[in-house]
């Protein structure tokens, strides 16, 4: 085997071993969904309209806040799997 044939086998092995890693982190993203109302302070992952940065939540718990977990335990965590009505918190 000459060094350009152990080049080539290099890179190809080096695409094939990218390639399924992105399948796995495609199907991992698949198998999550949002949960409101469980991010702690500064760890949210993602804008509200309050702000448009993750890690930027005010307070722990926030209702307009959400963390990506795992599917089917938002719930079992405590939080809600759509944002809380602004006016009903208004109201409060």
């Known amino acids: 085997m000459t ?3 152990r080049m080539i086998r290099s890179a190809i092995s080096g695409l094939l071993v990218l390639g399924v890693t992105g399948i796995a982190l495609e ?6 969904e949002k949960c409101f109302g469980v991010a702690k302070k500064g760890q949210n992952d993602c804008g509200t309209s309050e ?3 993750s890690g930027h939540a005010a307070k ?3 209702p307009n806040e959400w963390k990506s977990v795992p599917e089917g335990t938002c719930e079992k ?3 809600k799997l759509a944002a809380a009505d602004s006016k009903d918190e208004k109201a409060k």
């Open 51 to 53: 702000h448009a940065c």
């Open 60 to 62: 722990d718990n926030d």
């Open 77 to 79: 965590l405590g939080g």
């Open 3 to 5: 060094k350009t044939d």
């Open 27 to 32: 199907a991992q993203a698949a198998k999550t």
